[in-house]
């Protein structure tokens, strides 16, 4: 059984940059594909970005491609999203999740925080 507990969301302006954390434990970090989702209200849940187990692979979803950039430290067992250029359309909760394989869909994970709540104003 896999914990996973995020921080550092907030109220930013549009342009800003904020990082988000994912603190792991109850496991073998490493063991893992580590991935952050986000949904806005009214919207499904979807993917956003996903790190290998060793950090050697990243997918990201196309709107936030070349802004967000996923890290992970296994050292630490943290998983990290450090978000540039926001825009109010990336307002959302955001959530860290684990699973066993490289995939962007959320059935391919089994392990899910509880989210934290990033707000972009215009």
């Known amino acids: 059984q896999v914990h996973l507990l995020e921080s550092g969301g907030g109220l930013v302006q549009a342009g800003d940059s904020l990082r988000l954390s994912c603190a792991a434990s109850g496991g073998t970090f490493s063991n893992y594909v580590m991935g952050w989702f986000r949904q806005a209200p009214g919207k499904e849940r979807e993917f956003v970005a996903a790190i290998t187990w060793s950090g050697d692979s990243k997918n990201y979803e196309d709107s936030v491609k070349g802004r967000f950039t996923i890290s992970r430290d296994n050292a630490k067992n943290m998983v990290y999203l450090e978000m540039g250029s926001l825009k109010p359309e990336d307002t959302a909760v955001y959530y860290c999740?684990?699973?066993?394989?490289?995939?962007?869909?959320?059935?391919?994970?089994?392990?899910w925080g509880q989210g934290t709540q990033v707000t972009v104003s215009s």
């Open positions: 999740a684990a699973g066993w394989q490289y995939r962007s869909h959320s059935r391919h994970y089994d392990y």
